[in-house]
Structure formats: structure tokens, C-alpha cells
């Protein structure tokens, strides 16, 4: 038996009204706000379901839900191509089905993995992409076709969750930036004048003994402060944005990448031939800081490998030095952590940044050799 709240008593008047009560109480969290919404829209459209959809890779999954369908509950997922929402996003305002079985649904997919009579959504669009619908659904047709107050009202609370979820990833997306501000603000304040000091100190040494070696170590501080301001320009001007993605050369660039970084002792050795979709400038400075780091850490006459994951889903960096301790792997890709004395602790935060920015994972493991492997997946 379909749990169907009845409409008799709400007006287009009044189910607007409610809406706006709703979504103005600040006290209210966004996903309480959506429950309410989909109570309301079950009651004023007397239908048995309303759900909120994300649809990601093809793939629908209900976010909230109100109602006793059993495949329409938080949690399900469903491949887009057996769903009604499929054709919602086809439409510039909401999709309204009267019956089903009688428009052209009976040989659906749709029809038959949901069974639904009586449909009505509308897209949810979030940052000009579409983050999915908000529907409202029945196992049986209704009596009269959907009216255009109803569909207006669907549409606006469709716009509604769109502006929430916009708000909520510029919010998240500026918290971001505060932290990689305040990240900023700790190095220069601490990191940089760490070396500042070293520098006056040993000049001070210099100018009172005249011996050489000071100015050695005053170079060394330097060229340390030179690494951490080329680490956080990167980090600050690029931060997880990409260019234009195209088709690049894996071992291309990997090769060409080295020029740049190797020692005269290091070796590498390219073992993909296998093109992908990238910004090729920012893969260029993930390899680079991968090979820098596997110097740093390997020291001067490491073997770095580069190669394909087993699986098809990306590729690796590995080298023979003396590997990551298994307990330091997930901080490895913090913030300014490193385990060398010299080094910036940035290199692999813009290795994660690069990849985040793709839509790749990054994993820190053990390579065959017992060095450090670092399996860049998601690839395509």
C-alpha cells in the first residue's frame, strides 16, 4: 500500500508559502531543509515519493528521500540509463508524466526497474553543471495532468537546492584557501626565516674569522629559501586549477621532465607507452617533484622507474632508495611535512594538488625494491 499524504487542504498559494517558510529558517540545517521540502512536495502534489538525486558518472544515487518506495531511499544507486531523470535532463523546465503506461514508458527500462506512473522532476545545476534532479513520483497515474503552478513549484525548489549546494562548495572552497593561507603565513613567518637567520649568522662568522666555509652554508640556507618561494608561487598561482586538458605522451614527458632534475648519478628508467587526458604542463611538475623527491630522499645515484599500474587505471613513480615507513605514509602528502632536513615538505602537497585537479588518487607504497611507489590512479 502506497504511503500517499493527501493535497486537498494546501493551495498553490499555500504550498509556496510553506516553501519560503522553510527555506528562510536559518535555524534549519540544509538537509533537514530538503526532508521538509520533499514532505511538503509529497503532500501538495498528493504523490507516494520525492527524492533528491546526484548523478555522477552515470550513476544515479539518491541523496534524501521521503516516502516508502523501496528503490527511491537514501543510499540506492542506479545506472541513469533505467532512470526517469535520465530525460529530466533533457528538459529546460520540469518533466511531468500523467501515466506511464499510456505515454510511451511500458517498454522503458525505467518503467519496468521503478514502475512509476506519475513523474514529475526538474535538474538541480550547481556551478553550470548538473549535479542532478528533484523529483517527485507514483505508482499510480494521476487523474489530471500536472499543472504549471505545480510544475513552477518543483522548478523553484530545484532552484533553491541548486543555489544551497553552490553556496555550500564556494563556502568549502573558500575554507580551502583560508587554510592554505594560514598555511603560507606559516611558512614565511617560520620556514623562511629559519634560513634568514642561518644566513646573517654565518655571515656574521664570515666577517670575523674570513673563512670560506661560511659562505658555503650561507649558499646552501639560500638556495633552501629559493626552493620553499618556487614551492609556494606553484602552490599559491596554480592551487588546484588545471588548463586545457589533451592528449599527452606519459613517457614523453617523463623523459623530458628529467633533464631538469636528474643528478649526474641518478638513473631513470620510462617503461609506459601510454597516452592520456591531462593538462601536460601540470603533469610535467608532478613528475618533477616525484623524481626531486626521490633524489632527496635516495640520495644522488638513486634508480627511479617509471611504469604502468597492472591494472590499466594509471601509472607509477618508484625508486630503489630506502622507502617511506609505513607509518608516515598517509602523512607524507600533508602540508609542508617531509622527512628530509632540506626539503620544502610542498613537493608532494602539488603532486596531490596536480592529481586532485585530474580527478586522479594518489597512493604512497612499497615499490619491489624497497623503496617509495607512488601509484597515480583514475586515469584516463
Request: charged share 30%; with cysteine.
Amino acid at each position: 500500500m502506497n504511503e500517499t499524504p493527501g493535497r486537498e487542504d494546501i493551495s498553490d498559494l499555500g504550498a509556496i508559502r510553506r516553501m519560503y517558510r522553510i527555506t528562510a529558517d536559518y535555524e534549519r540545517s540544509f538537509e533537514t531543509k530538503v526532508s521538509d521540502l520533499l514532505e511538503l512536495g509529497r503532500a501538495y502534489l498528493g504523490v507516494q515519493a520525492g527524492f533528491l538525486t546526484e548523478i555522477s558518472e552515470d550513476e544515479q544515487y539518491i541523496v534524501n528521500a521521503s516516502g516508502d518506495h523501496p528503490l527511491l531511499q537514501p543510499g540506492e544507486s542506479c545506472p541513469l540509463e533505467k532512470t526517469y531523470c535520465r530525460r529530466t535532463l533533457s528538459h529546460d523546465g520540469s518533466l511531468t508524466v500523467q501515466h506511464a503506461e499510456v505515454e510511451g514508458w511500458e517498454n522503458d527500462s525505467a518503467y519496468e526497474q521503478f514502475g512509476l506512473e506519475s513523474y514529475i522532476g526538474a535538474k538541480v545545476i550547481v556551478d553550470d553543471e548538473v549535479y542532478g534532479t528533484f523529483c517527485f513520483a507514483d505508482t499510480e497515474p494521476r487523474e489530471d495532468p500536472f499543472t504549471e503552478p505545480e510544475s513552477t513549484f518543483v522548478e523553484l525548489m530545484a532552484e533553491w537546492v541548486s543555489y544551497e549546494l553552490f553556496q555550500k562548495q564556494a563556502t568549502e572552497r573558500i575554507e580551502r584557501q583560508r587554510d592554505q593561507l594560514e598555511e603560507f603565513t606559516r611558512v614565511v613567518s617560520h620556514d623562511l626565516r629559519n634560513p634568514l637567520s642561518v644566513v646573517q649568522g654565518y655571515l656574521n662568522l664570515a666577517e670575523q674569522t674570513g673563512d670560506p666555509e661560511h659562505f658555503e652554508r650561507s649558499r646552501n640556507a639560500l638556495d633552501r629559501m629559493e626552493s620553499l618561494i618556487e614551492d609556494l608561487l606553484v602552490l599559491a598561482r596554480e592551487g588546484e586549477s588545471i588548463a586545457e586538458t589533451e592528449s599527452v605522451d606519459v613517457g614523453e614527458i617523463a623523459n623530458d621532465c628529467w633533464s631538469f632534475v636528474a643528478s649526474e648519478e641518478a638513473t631513470l628508467t620510462v617503461e609506459i607507452d601510454r597516452r592520456i587526458t591531462a593538462d601536460g604542463s601540470r603533469l610535467q611538475q608532478l613528475f618533477e617533484n616525484l623524481f626531486r623527491n626521490a633524489i632527496e630522499h635516495g640520495g644522488d645515484d638513486v634508480t627511479i622507474r617509471v611504469g604502468e599500474l597492472s591494472d590499466g587505471s594509471g601509472f607509477f613513480v618508484e625508486d630503489d632508495g630506502p622507502g617511506i615507513p609505513e607509518a608516515e605514509r598517509e602523512r607524507i602528502l600533508d602540508h609542508g611535512y617531509s622527512t628530509a632536513e632540506d626539503g620544502t615538505g610542498f613537493g608532494l602537497t602539488i603532486v596531490t594538488q596536480i592529481a586532485d585537479a585530474h580527478g586522479w588518487d594518489v597512493a604512497v607504497t612499497e615499490s619491489d625494491g624497497g623503496g617509495a611507489r607512488f601509484e597515480i590512479s583514475g586515469v584516463e
